[in-house]
């Protein structure tokens, strides 16, 4: 009983929240579907570890909850919950089994300009699957991975934004095409989206947007 009444009170908290912005929630899945690949990469397309013997995985299902949409700023904001779930055949050790992961997403779309692909992960303990740039300021690379379609490019874009990054929260993102998406991994069971927290979110990834969507300085260091 108890999670059911915290479920509806999820919904509806999340349904006046998009009413009070005048946002649109989404139910449909094929435009869940488009998102989803509009915001290709993580933590909807992760780079799993290499099939082996002793490691199998299987299919991966997506589901995404309290789709909100509607503007920001002078441009377009998705919010939702997403919900993955991995198949696996083998762990290495003969058995079968799913881990399930949440997350909460924002995300501004439509951005004014097309931009490389540009990615800022935290360094944890973890190493990432493949290795980043280095960048033109090592206090970026001291607290960040950064993966980039455009090093040079990237590198001079991150730097500029240096002051913004190292004073924000942080946190993970991605810039492609048109789009910059922010993730953060769900603790609470059940989990849902802090919805205290987006109005400062979305304005930070605004600021991150204005910042890498002004055309680039190709005149280098003088």
């Given at each position: 009983?108890?999670?059911?009444?915290?479920?509806?009170?999820?919904?509806?908290?999340?349904?006046?929240?998009?009413?009070?912005?005048?946002?649109?929630?989404?139910?449909?899945?094929?435009?869940?579907?488009?998102?989803?690949?509009?915001?290709?990469?993580?933590?909807?397309?992760?780079?799993?570890?290499?099939?082996?013997?002793?490691?199998?995985?299987?299919?991966?299902?997506?589901?995404?909850?309290?789709?909100?949409?509607?503007?920001?700023?002078?441009?377009?904001?998705?919010?939702?919950?997403?919900?993955?779930?991995?198949?696996?055949?083998?762990?290495?050790?003969?058995?079968?089994?799913?881990?399930?992961?949440s997350y909460w997403i924002a995300a501004l779309v439509d951005l004014p300009a097309?931009?490389?692909?540009?990615?800022?992960?935290?360094?944890?303990?973890?190493?990432?699957?493949?290795?980043?740039?280095?960048?033109?300021?090592?206090?970026?690379?001291?607290?960040?991975?950064v993966h980039t379609t455009d090093p040079a490019w990237a590198s001079r874009a991150?730097?500029?934004?240096?002051?913004?990054?190292?004073?924000?929260?942080g946190r993970a993102w991605r810039a492609s095409g048109t789009s910059i998406v922010?993730?953060?991994?769900?603790?609470?069971?059940?989990?849902?989206?802090?919805?205290?927290?987006?109005?400062?979110?979305?304005?930070?990834?605004?600021?991150?947007?204005?910042?890498?969507?002004?055309?680039?300085?190709?005149?280098?260091?003088?």
């Amino acid at each position: 009983m108890g999670f059911m009444r915290d479920h509806r009170d999820g919904v509806r908290a999340v349904r006046e929240f998009a009413e009070a912005r005048g946002w649109t929630l989404i139910t449909s899945a094929e435009e869940h579907r488009a998102l989803l690949e509009r915001l290709h990469g993580e933590p909807f397309h992760p780079q799993l570890p290499e099939p082996t013997p002793y490691y199998v995985p299987g299919r991966r299902r997506h589901r995404l909850f309290h789709v909100m949409r509607g503007a920001h700023r002078a441009g377009s904001a998705v919010v939702f919950l997403y919900t993955a779930e991995q198949e696996i055949l083998d762990d290495g050790f003969g058995r079968r089994g799913r881990e399930s992961s949440s997350y909460w997403i924002a995300a501004l779309v439509d951005l004014p300009a097309r931009v490389p692909r540009l990615q800022l992960t935290p360094r944890t303990a973890m190493l990432p699957p493949r290795p980043g740039i280095t960048t033109a300021d090592p206090r970026i690379d001291e607290r960040f991975h950064v993966h980039t379609t455009d090093p040079a490019w990237a590198s001079r874009a991150v730097s500029a934004l240096a002051p913004m990054l190292l004073q924000g929260t942080g946190r993970a993102w991605r810039a492609s095409g048109t789009s910059i998406v922010t993730w953060e991994w769900i603790r609470a069971r059940p989990p849902g989206i802090p919805l205290d927290r987006v109005d400062a979110t979305l304005d930070e990834l605004a600021g991150i947007a204005d910042g890498i969507s002004r055309p680039p300085d190709r005149s280098g260091p003088r």
